[in-house]
């Protein structure tokens, strides 16, 4: 599955963006798909993923959303009450497994990623 992100850009803290991803490809729907971020100087870290089942970083955990809507071969990420230490390049990931895993290894597919900048 080839994937595309969009949405990112610069945002006030406090302030709210929506990511979203594209996938290709007939598999979608039997996919796990994620977002991971990485912040300048840091390794990449999983910030949500979806199946049936959903799994957020706690840093997220009741300020992003992820979904995904299968007809439309979409994953979102609803991103509220940004904090700048939210900013990074968020990357869409898509994987086989059967629930979301929160490690890169779970994931064979990955977006070109999309730069999110939070101000203070």
């Known amino acids: 599955v080839q994937l595309q992100a969009f949405g990112g850009g610069l945002v006030q803290a406090g302030g709210s963006l929506t990511l979203s991803c594209a996938a290709s490809g007939r598999t979608f729907s039997r996919r796990a798909m994620a977002w991971f971020r990485q912040a300048p100087g840091k390794e990449r870290e999983f910030v949500a993923g979806?199946?049936?089942?959903?799994v957020y970083a706690d840093s997220v955990k009741g300020r992003f959303t992820i979904s995904r809507d299968n007809d439309e071969n979409t994953v979102t990420l609803q991103m509220d009450s940004l904090k700048p230490q939210d900013t990074g390049v968020y990357y869409c990931?898509?994987?086989?497994?059967?629930?979301?895993?929160?490690?890169?290894?779970?994931?064979?597919?990955w977006g070109q990623g999309t730069q999110v900048t939070v101000s203070s």
């Open positions: 979806i199946r049936w089942n959903t």
């Open positions: 990931a898509a994987g086989p497994s059967r629930t979301p895993g929160t490690e890169e290894r779970w994931y064979d597919s």
